[in-house]
Each structure stands twice: as C-alpha cells, then as structure tokens.
C-alpha cells in the first residue's frame, strides 16, 4: 500500500489468485488516516483495512467481540 504525500490517494497492490491487481483511489474531500508504522509494519485488520478505504477513520473501528451465550436454566 502507498499514500501520496497529500494523503488523498492511495494504491494497493494485491495478489488475487491469477495475477497483481492495482486499485487506486483519491478521496474528494479529507484525507486518508494512515496507521502508524511499528517495526516496518502496518498492521490492521480487515475491517480496519476497509475503513481505511473507504476514508473513513480506521482507528474508530474494532474487532467484534465474541458474545458468550446465556446459560441454560437448570
């Protein structure tokens, strides 16, 4: 993944399966917030990833928690 210098564009590229895909995007309005880079990585998670595409900020966004289901009466 690639930021401008801008941070209103972005290019990821990707490994589908059959070849390397190129998706780029810039956003109209705002800017892209990027994660911080911790021991040369990026770490987020999918759904992180995705908020991240679509521009909105990532770091509002967190794993769903599992919910543990009631207890049956006894």
Do not use: N, Y
């Not at 390397?20 to 021991?39: M, V």
């Amino acid at each position: 993944m690639f930021r401008a210098k801008r941070a209103d564009r972005i290019k990821l590229v990707f490994w589908d399966g059959t070849g390397l895909c190129l998706f780029a995007k810039r956003l109209e309005d705002g800017i892209f917030r990027w994660p911080k880079i911790e021991d040369g990585v990026m770490r987020l998670s999918a759904a992180q990833l995705s908020a991240l595409l679509e521009g909105l900020d990532w770091r509002l966004v967190h794993e769903a928690r599992e919910t543990p289901a009631p207890a049956q009466p006894g």
